[in-house]
Protein backbone atom coordinates (compact mmCIF):
# COMPACT_ATOMS: atom_id res chain seq x y z
CA UNK A 1 0.00 0.00 0.00
CA UNK A 2 1.14 3.69 -0.94
CA UNK A 3 1.28 6.23 1.91
CA UNK A 4 2.39 10.01 1.88
CA UNK A 5 3.84 12.09 5.12
CA UNK A 6 3.67 15.45 5.08
CA UNK A 7 6.20 16.57 7.59
CA UNK A 8 4.45 20.19 8.49
CA UNK A 9 1.17 20.95 8.49
CA UNK A 10 2.23 24.80 8.60
CA UNK A 11 5.07 26.79 6.94
CA UNK A 12 5.17 30.71 7.72
CA UNK A 13 7.68 32.74 5.21
CA UNK A 14 8.71 36.19 4.78
CA UNK A 15 8.46 36.72 1.34
CA UNK A 16 11.26 36.53 -1.22
CA UNK A 17 12.54 33.90 1.49
CA UNK A 18 13.07 30.34 0.33
CA UNK A 19 11.03 27.56 1.21
CA UNK A 20 10.76 23.78 1.61
CA UNK A 21 7.79 21.59 1.82
CA UNK A 22 8.69 18.20 2.47
CA UNK A 23 7.32 15.11 1.70
CA UNK A 24 7.98 11.16 2.62
CA UNK A 25 6.23 8.27 1.10
CA UNK A 26 6.19 4.71 0.89
CA UNK A 27 5.39 2.64 -1.78
CA UNK A 28 5.99 -0.87 -2.83
CA UNK A 29 5.97 -0.55 -6.77
CA UNK A 30 6.87 1.77 -9.20
CA UNK A 31 6.67 5.07 -7.74
CA UNK A 32 4.97 8.95 -9.47
CA UNK A 33 5.48 11.22 -7.25
CA UNK A 34 2.94 14.96 -7.88
CA UNK A 35 2.90 18.34 -6.18
CA UNK A 36 -0.35 20.13 -5.98
CA UNK A 37 -1.39 23.30 -5.08
CA UNK A 38 -4.60 24.39 -3.54
CA UNK A 39 -5.52 27.92 -3.60
CA UNK A 40 -8.57 28.95 -1.29
CA UNK A 41 -12.24 27.86 -2.66
CA UNK A 42 -10.38 26.12 -5.38
CA UNK A 43 -9.36 22.45 -6.69
CA UNK A 44 -5.86 21.35 -7.24
CA UNK A 45 -3.48 21.86 -9.50
CA UNK A 46 -0.68 20.18 -11.05
CA UNK A 47 2.21 21.81 -9.94
CA UNK A 48 4.89 19.12 -10.96
CA UNK A 49 5.67 15.71 -11.35
CA UNK A 50 8.42 12.79 -11.49
CA UNK A 51 7.63 9.94 -13.17
CA UNK A 52 11.02 8.47 -14.05
CA UNK A 53 14.93 10.31 -15.41
CA UNK A 54 15.90 12.89 -14.12
CA UNK A 55 15.42 13.13 -10.19
CA UNK A 56 15.00 16.91 -10.30
CA UNK A 57 11.90 18.26 -11.81
CA UNK A 58 10.75 21.71 -12.24
CA UNK A 59 7.29 23.87 -12.74
CA UNK A 60 6.75 26.91 -14.92
CA UNK A 61 6.64 29.25 -11.90
CA UNK A 62 10.03 28.70 -10.25
CA UNK A 63 9.32 25.32 -7.85
CA UNK A 64 11.26 22.26 -7.87
CA UNK A 65 10.87 18.71 -6.35
CA UNK A 66 14.05 16.13 -6.22
CA UNK A 67 12.98 12.63 -5.81
CA UNK A 68 15.21 10.80 -3.74
CA UNK A 69 14.80 6.73 -4.19
CA UNK A 70 16.89 6.12 -0.63
CA UNK A 71 15.06 8.70 1.85
CA UNK A 72 11.86 8.09 -0.01
CA UNK A 73 11.41 11.75 -0.15
CA UNK A 74 10.30 14.11 -2.91
CA UNK A 75 11.09 17.67 -1.03
CA UNK A 76 9.53 20.95 -2.89
CA UNK A 77 11.59 24.01 -2.91
CA UNK A 78 11.68 27.67 -4.33
CA UNK A 79 14.65 30.00 -3.78
CA UNK A 80 12.15 33.10 -3.67
CA UNK A 81 8.43 33.42 -2.65
CA UNK A 82 5.83 35.17 -3.34
CA UNK A 83 2.92 36.31 -1.79
CA UNK A 84 1.09 34.92 -4.59
CA UNK A 85 2.15 31.35 -3.61
CA UNK A 86 0.28 31.54 -0.63
CA UNK A 87 -1.44 27.98 -0.99
CA UNK A 88 -2.12 24.85 0.50
CA UNK A 89 0.41 21.86 -1.15
CA UNK A 90 -0.26 18.37 -1.36
CA UNK A 91 1.98 15.72 -2.23
CA UNK A 92 1.00 12.81 -3.62
CA UNK A 93 2.17 8.98 -4.69
CA UNK A 94 0.20 7.03 -7.74
CA UNK A 95 -1.26 3.89 -6.43
CA UNK A 96 -3.14 0.90 -7.79
CA UNK A 97 -6.54 -0.41 -6.22
CA UNK A 98 -8.14 -3.07 -8.28
CA UNK A 99 -7.82 -1.70 -12.09
CA UNK A 100 -7.59 2.31 -10.76
CA UNK A 101 -4.65 4.82 -11.05
CA UNK A 102 -5.72 6.48 -7.71
CA UNK A 103 -3.69 9.41 -6.34
CA UNK A 104 -2.95 8.95 -2.35
CA UNK A 105 -2.38 12.48 -0.79
CA UNK A 106 -0.65 13.64 2.39
CA UNK A 107 -2.35 15.91 4.74
CA UNK A 108 -1.05 18.99 2.91
CA UNK A 109 1.10 22.04 4.43
CA UNK A 110 -0.35 25.17 4.56
CA UNK A 111 2.22 27.92 2.85
CA UNK A 112 1.72 31.92 4.58
CA UNK A 113 4.28 33.97 2.76
CA UNK A 114 4.23 37.19 5.21
CA UNK A 115 5.49 40.40 3.42
CA UNK B 1 -9.41 22.81 -24.57
CA UNK B 2 -12.19 22.80 -21.92
CA UNK B 3 -11.22 21.83 -18.30
CA UNK B 4 -13.07 19.90 -15.58
CA UNK B 5 -16.13 21.22 -14.86
CA UNK B 6 -18.41 20.42 -11.10
CA UNK B 7 -22.04 21.12 -10.40
CA UNK B 8 -23.13 22.39 -8.16
CA UNK B 9 -20.74 24.96 -6.49
CA UNK B 10 -22.71 24.15 -2.91
CA UNK B 11 -24.84 22.24 -1.86
CA UNK B 12 -26.64 21.94 1.87
CA UNK B 13 -28.81 18.92 2.52
CA UNK B 14 -29.92 17.61 5.89
CA UNK B 15 -28.85 14.43 7.46
CA UNK B 16 -30.78 11.47 5.62
CA UNK B 17 -31.16 12.90 2.11
CA UNK B 18 -29.71 12.01 -1.01
CA UNK B 19 -27.48 14.08 -3.18
CA UNK B 20 -26.44 13.96 -6.77
CA UNK B 21 -23.16 15.69 -7.92
CA UNK B 22 -21.92 16.16 -11.55
CA UNK B 23 -18.73 16.25 -12.99
CA UNK B 24 -17.82 16.88 -17.28
CA UNK B 25 -14.16 15.51 -17.85
CA UNK B 26 -11.79 17.44 -20.12
CA UNK B 27 -11.92 16.90 -23.55
CA UNK B 28 -10.19 13.70 -24.78
CA UNK B 29 -10.22 12.45 -21.68
CA UNK B 30 -11.60 9.17 -20.72
CA UNK B 31 -11.40 8.16 -16.81
CA UNK B 32 -12.86 10.11 -14.11
CA UNK B 33 -12.18 9.79 -10.45
CA UNK B 34 -13.95 10.92 -7.32
CA UNK B 35 -12.30 12.36 -4.07
CA UNK B 36 -13.86 13.70 -0.73
CA UNK B 37 -11.60 16.13 0.87
CA UNK B 38 -12.54 16.75 4.33
CA UNK B 39 -11.71 19.84 5.93
CA UNK B 40 -8.22 20.41 6.64
CA UNK B 41 -7.61 17.31 5.42
CA UNK B 42 -6.52 15.84 2.11
CA UNK B 43 -8.19 13.99 -0.68
CA UNK B 44 -9.32 10.84 -0.34
CA UNK B 45 -9.86 8.61 -3.49
CA UNK B 46 -13.70 7.14 -3.67
CA UNK B 47 -14.08 5.46 -6.69
CA UNK B 48 -12.78 5.71 -10.62
CA UNK B 49 -14.61 4.93 -13.54
CA UNK B 50 -13.61 4.10 -17.14
CA UNK B 51 -15.93 3.27 -20.15
CA UNK B 52 -18.64 3.39 -17.87
CA UNK B 53 -17.51 1.07 -15.15
CA UNK B 54 -16.53 1.15 -12.01
CA UNK B 55 -12.98 -0.35 -12.16
CA UNK B 56 -12.16 0.58 -8.58
CA UNK B 57 -12.92 2.06 -5.06
CA UNK B 58 -11.72 3.29 -1.80
CA UNK B 59 -12.58 2.38 1.78
CA UNK B 60 -15.73 4.04 1.20
CA UNK B 61 -19.70 2.69 1.96
CA UNK B 62 -21.93 1.47 -1.05
CA UNK B 63 -24.12 4.56 -0.24
CA UNK B 64 -21.65 6.11 -2.73
CA UNK B 65 -22.14 5.13 -5.66
CA UNK B 66 -21.03 6.97 -9.40
CA UNK B 67 -22.24 6.43 -12.99
CA UNK B 68 -20.17 7.68 -16.25
CA UNK B 69 -22.14 8.34 -19.37
CA UNK B 70 -20.70 7.72 -22.88
CA UNK B 71 -19.57 11.58 -23.52
CA UNK B 72 -17.66 10.17 -20.43
CA UNK B 73 -19.51 12.41 -18.08
CA UNK B 74 -19.77 11.41 -14.19
CA UNK B 75 -21.96 11.45 -11.61
CA UNK B 76 -21.75 10.97 -7.82
CA UNK B 77 -24.48 9.87 -5.73
CA UNK B 78 -24.48 9.78 -1.99
CA UNK B 79 -27.76 8.23 -0.27
CA UNK B 80 -28.54 8.43 3.80
CA UNK B 81 -26.66 11.74 3.98
CA UNK B 82 -24.59 12.00 7.41
CA UNK B 83 -22.95 14.76 9.21
CA UNK B 84 -19.47 13.05 8.57
CA UNK B 85 -20.37 13.60 4.40
CA UNK B 86 -19.98 17.23 4.61
CA UNK B 87 -16.82 17.83 2.55
CA UNK B 88 -15.18 19.16 -1.10
CA UNK B 89 -15.81 16.70 -3.58
CA UNK B 90 -13.20 16.73 -6.27
CA UNK B 91 -13.76 15.07 -9.38
CA UNK B 92 -10.22 14.51 -11.88
CA UNK B 93 -10.23 13.95 -15.11
CA UNK B 94 -7.40 11.41 -16.82
CA UNK B 95 -6.30 9.23 -19.13
CA UNK B 96 -6.38 5.22 -17.84
CA UNK B 97 -2.93 5.38 -17.84
CA UNK B 98 -0.56 4.71 -14.71
CA UNK B 99 1.56 7.85 -15.70
CA UNK B 100 -1.02 10.15 -16.84
CA UNK B 101 -2.14 13.27 -14.56
CA UNK B 102 -5.48 13.61 -13.21
CA UNK B 103 -6.81 17.23 -13.80
CA UNK B 104 -9.17 18.31 -11.12
CA UNK B 105 -12.13 20.44 -11.08
CA UNK B 106 -12.69 23.06 -8.74
CA UNK B 107 -15.31 21.04 -6.46
CA UNK B 108 -18.56 20.70 -5.01
CA UNK B 109 -18.85 21.69 -1.50
CA UNK B 110 -21.57 20.15 0.29
CA UNK B 111 -23.17 20.43 3.84
CA UNK B 112 -24.66 18.09 5.63
CA UNK B 113 -26.75 19.91 8.29
Known amino acids: AQSVTQLDSQVPVFEEAPVELRCNYSSSVSVYLFWYVQYPNQGLQLLLKYLSGSTLVESINGFEAEFNKSQTSFHLRKPSVHISDTAEYFCAVSGRIQGAQKLVFGQGTRLTINP | ETGVTQSPTHLIKTRGQQVTLRCSSQSGHNTVSWYQQALGQGPQFIFQYYREEENGRGNFPPRFSGLQFPNYSSELNVNALELDDSALYLC????????????FGPGTRLTVL
Open chain 2, 92 to 103: ASSLRTPTDTQY
